[in-house]
């Protein structure tokens, strides 16, 4: 059974600071992955993908992905209340199916 | 450029009843996808088209679930006849399909389903 794992939260960081959501997965094969957010009632955002080993940044958002470690991270920078919402952990396997984790929830205090 | 369209958003029905999903994907979008998410868990995938084609319809429970694409644009999952376990909410996602890079799957606003 292949499996995404993330960390329930809730993270809770104060406005500014930097929150680090992680997620682990158990495919060794899987080559994309992908971070979505989900705020209370809606669908699942779109907000990074990555395929290489390393960082790749978009404004505040920068995903980490380390292929050896099975490790994949999401670092927010300057926070705001706003990114208050549930991180979901995508990833896709060697059949295109894409394995999502339960979700970190994000709490950023004012 | 339009999203993902899905109609109803919100739908109750008593047990035992059909229910119906429909769902229009991004304009050009080859590839269609139905999950289903259950609250505080992940969306988990119930069937995968690319064109008019399921391709990956393993996690879909055959015995009461059916769905179709027809003519490779709008698709339609249903639930005959519902149970109390079936109460989720209901996402259908499209993506360009074919390679690595244009497999970004992008989520309609879903049908929060209810079964009473």
């Known amino acids: 059974q292949k499996e995404v794992e993330q960390n329930s939260g809730p993270l809770s960081v104060p406005e500014g600071a930097i929150a680090s959501l992680n997620c682990t997965y158990s495919?060794?094969?899987?080559?994309?992955f992908f971070w979505y957010r989900q705020y209370s009632g809606k669908s699942p955002e779109l907000i990074m993908s990555i395929y290489s080993n390393g960082d790749k940044e978009d404004g505040r958002f920068t995903a980490q992905l380390n292929k050896a470690s099975q490790y994949v991270s999401l670092l927010i920078r300057d926070s705001q209340p706003s990114d208050s919402a549930t991180y979901l952990c995508a990833v896709m396997d060697s059949s295109y199916k894409l394995i999502f984790g339960s979700g970190t929830r994000l709490l950023v205090r004012p | 450029e339009a999203g993902v369209v899905q109609s109803p958003r919100y739908k109750i029905i008593e047990k035992k009843q059909p229910v119906a999903f429909w769902c229009n994907p991004i304009?050009?979008?080859?590839?269609l996808y139905w999950y289903r998410q259950n609250l505080g868990q992940g969306p988990e995938l119930l069937i995968r088209?690319?064109?008019?084609?399921?391709?990956?319809d393993s996690q879909l429970p055959k015995d009461r679930f059916s769905a179709e694409r027809l003519k490779g644009v709008d698709s339609t999952l249903k639930i005959q006849p519902a149970e109390l376990g079936d109460s989720a909410v209901y996402l259908c996602?499209?993506?360009?399909?074919?390679?690595?890079?244009?497999?970004?799957?992008?989520f309609g606003p879903g049908t929060r389903l209810t079964v009473l």
């Open positions: 304009s050009g979008h080859n590839t």
């Open positions: 088209y690319e064109n008019e084609e399921a391709v990956d």
């Open positions: 996602a499209s993506s360009l399909g074919g390679g690595l890079a244009v497999n970004e799957q992008f």
């Open positions: 495919d060794r094969v899987s080559q994309s």
